[in-house]
């Protein structure tokens, strides 16, 4: 049985990325259960000192992109920012009582 990443291949689901610039995480591509495992591997190590997240980049977003975005959020302390917001996540966060920092509004 292929890999949740390699069947987000096949189906053509957009890459995805993070990346430590300064104090921001930077996040490309689409936040999607099929990418969230490996997201999460590459942002654990950035994440210390982490004080936002810049999601300009991202194309889509899903409930477990979400979840991702908000348990690293938690992570890293109060006071994390987040610059852009996929389309979807407003939408989300509404369905999920969740406030513009992901947190339970």
């Known amino acids: ?3 949740t990443e390699a069947a987000a291949d ?19 591509g689409a936040l999607v259960r099929a990418r969230c495992a490996g997201l999460w591997r590459q942002s654990l190590p ?9 999601l300009e980049g991202v194309t889509h977003a899903d409930s477990a992109g979400i979840a991702l975005l908000a348990e690293l959020a938690a992570r890293a302390g109060d006071g994390i920012a987040f610059d852009g917001e996929p ?8 369905a999920y009582r969740l406030g513009p920092t992901l947190g339970f509004a």
């Open 1 to 3: 049985m292929p890999s």
């Open 10 to 28: 096949e189906a053509g689901v957009d890459e995805a990325a993070v990346e430590r610039s300064g104090e921001a995480l930077v996040f490309s």
């Open 46 to 54: 950035l994440l210390p000192g982490a004080r936002r997240f810049v």
């Open 87 to 94: 389309g979807e996540m407003r939408a989300l966060r509404a």
